[in-house]
């Protein structure tokens, strides 16, 4: 006789979200990098800082931004953002490359997670990272500058937002990559490239016609833009 006590199915194919598993595939994730805290959160934060130490002594005065914003202040949510959307797509695609490099990917695979469960495992990981490292860049900007805020929710929705789209990039790029130099690939000739021509260092509004158009195109170029809204509305 077939037994009849079995409960809704999970997983696979399943009406039922396996909120176990998806935490747990959440939490390894999570522990992935917070382990070597000292590179995936504290050397982005660094880095950011130092951008915003040297291009705010070199570009001060220099560069027309907002009206009424100095320019270390104008720095601060592009670099924000910037690490938003390195550190997110850094995070799910350097987890599954290496997963399929050292052969463990099959432990995933094999697990009770439907597509949109392990979907939401790496991506959410991702959106974690980038939010603590973006939130530790203006934790130690408010030592030095006065940065207040203007929006909170459109700066909640713009750093979310950026850190799934690009979480999902990164895991594209992992699904698509057999070794790391495929995934280094289209962080160096891609997404490097995007973001520091989005808006990051300098205001659209101080370049020619032509290159504002070209900027237009960039889709880096509205997440920034929305950010920065968030601070200066």
């Known amino acids: 006789m077939p037994r009849t006590d079995r409960g809704p199915p999970h997983g696979r194919g399943g009406t039922v979200v396996n909120w176990l598993g998806l935490w747990t595939l959440f939490t390894k994730e999570v522990r992935r990098f917070t382990v070597v805290f000292m590179q995936t959160i504290a050397a982005p934060v660094v880095s950011a800082l130092l951008y915003l130490f040297i291009f705010s002594h070199a570009l001060s005065g220099r560069l027309e931004v907002y009206p009424g914003v100095p320019y270390p202040q104008f720095l601060v949510p592009g670099l924000m953002m910037m690490t938003i959307i390195q550190n997110a797509f ?130 880096f170029f509205y997440l920034i833009d929305g950010f920065r809204y968030g601070f200066f509305g």
Do not use: M
């Open 90 to 219: 850094a995070n799910t695609s350097s987890s599954l490359i290496f997963s399929k490099v050292t052969g463990n990917i099959v432990f995933v695979l094999l697990a009770p997670l439907s597509h949109l469960e392990l979907y939401l495992g790496f991506v959410g990981a991702a959106l974690v990272r980038s939010l603590l490292v973006s939130i530790g860049v203006y934790l130690v900007a408010l030592v030095y500058l006065d940065i207040a805020v203007a929006h909170p929710l459109l700066l909640l929705v713009f750093g979310a937002l950026g850190a799934v789209l690009l979480g999902t990039c990164g895991l594209l790029a992992g699904i698509w990559a057999d070794k790391f130099d495929q995934v280094a690939t289209v962080q160096n000739f891609l997404i490097l490239p995007l973001t520091y021509l989005s808006g990051v260092f300098y205001s659209i509004h101080s370049l020619p016609p032509a290159w504002q158009s070209l900027s237009r195109a960039n889709p």
